[in-house]
């Protein structure tokens, strides 16, 4: 795994100090829990509302199954890419894959009668619920996902 801290954006017990970070992994779940489990040490230290931390947990994990899985097809000769940056008022994560990409809109809505058995849809539509933004750039290969955090931890 190869992780790099912004210079200027170090890590910081201040709460108002802005954290960033940038992975890239193989494509390889371990990999992906242990940033998951970095991430969520931050929110943790920031005493992120819980939440927005059970929020941002769940979407993050669909997102790099999402890359790992259907984008890089769980090749390990392929590499996801994670960026993040933790403010005090939002958390935004990318993450992107090499896979040939895909159109969200294609997707079938998993609530839909005809779909409820099938398996594909779900980690979309609980990323979509959980974030306050989530966008597609590149050709569905990277995911952009923004949550508005709440002040204080509850």
Known sequence: MTLTLSPTLSPSRD??????ADYTIPS?????RAIQHQIEQLLHE????EHDL???KLALEEG???AIKHGNQMDRNKKV?????LAADYFEVQIGDEGPGFDPEDVPDPTAVENLERPCGRGLMLMRHYMSEVYYEARGTLVVMRKALRPGKK
């Open 28 to 32: 390889d779940l371990a990999e992906a």
């Open 46 to 49: 920031r005493q992120t509302h």
């Open 15 to 20: 709460a108002c100090a802005s954290v960033a």
């Open 64 to 66: 790099l199954i999402n």
């Open 81 to 85: 890419r994670v960026s993040f940056r």
């Open 54 to 56: 059970f929020g941002i």
